[in-house]
């Protein structure tokens, strides 16, 4: 089993672009519609920028309409950590990744079968390794999923 932690800020903020550190590390948003992923409709999984912890899988990824990436369900559940965010006026569930302590996004419980959840991630915040990497990037567990695409 992986080990996976977060650096210190120094090195993250060497290590990352400074909308990919706002995102992670000071609770920023991406703008919808202009951000990496959220039209990306490629097979592979989305890790934690920060730790590379593996968060979600394109297989569970849809198109919600709202302009970010937006998954069904965690691909690790004990890798995405929740809380109370009452931040902007609103009341909302933040999702944080557990060993980074990334903030990835919100989830919104307006999402399709088989979940009813909307998991709404910023860009930033995710690594996305499509699936003919995963073998050499370290996360070959994970190829099984994808077939002849892993």
């Known amino acids: 089993m992986k080990s996976y932690k977060r650096p210190d800020d120094d090195e993250l903020r060497r290590r990352l672009t ?3 550190f706002r995102a992670a590390r000071e609770d920023g948003t991406d703008p919808p519609f202009r951000n990496e992923y959220w ?3 490629e097979a592979g999984i989305y890790v934690d920028v920060v730790s590379g912890e ?3 899988s394109s297989l569970d990824k849809y198109e919600s309409g709202s302009g970010w990436p937006s998954f069904t369900r965690p691909l690790e559940p004990d890798n995405i950590a929740t809380r109370s965010d009452e931040s902007h006026g609103m ?3 933040e999702a944080r990744s557990k060993h980074g302590d990334s903030h990835l996004g919100h989830v919104f419980p307006d999402g399709p079968a088989p979940t009813g959840l909307r998991y709404c991630m910023n860009s930033s915040s995710l690594r996305f390794i499509p699936a003919d990497r995963l073998e050499e990037e370290g996360y ?3 190829a099984r999923l994808f077939g002849d695409r892993g």
Request: no cysteine.
């Open 18 to 20: 400074p909308e990919q």
């Open 39 to 41: 039209d990306n409709h």
């Open 54 to 56: 593996p968060l979600f």
């Open 91 to 93: 009341r909302r569930t």
């Open 140 to 142: 070959g567990e994970y």
